[in-house]
């Protein structure tokens, strides 16, 4: 199993595959400003992959897979959001 993702300054792009037999079919689109495209083109050509094959490591997506399933952390700046009332319902 293994996972396209790649995280670009508020871009989120990712695929799911569940094992490497799996056979690319399908295309995503996605709209990305030209400079993160660039990004993305740098960051594929460095790893020496074309910006399809852009994949990470068996190692990397057990540690993103981790982070997915951990609990979330605590977050009291949100926790106060969450418990303002809007002002519409005031």
Request: one cysteine or more; aromatic letters at 6%; glycine letters at 4%.
């Amino acid at each position: 199993m293994y996972i396209d993702c790649i995280h670009v300054r508020g871009l989120t792009m990712s695929t799911v595959l569940l094992n490497s037999k799996s056979l690319r079919a399908e295309n995503i689109n996605l709209r990305a400003s030209a400079r993160q495209k660039a990004l993305i083109d740098r960051a594929a050509e460095v790893q020496g992959r074309s910006r399809s094959d852009f994949n990470l490591d068996e190692d990397a997506f057990r540690r993103f897979m981790e982070m997915l399933d951990a609990p979330p952390s605590t977050n009291p700046g949100l926790a106060r959001l969450l418990a303002t009332k809007a002002p519409w319902d005031k």
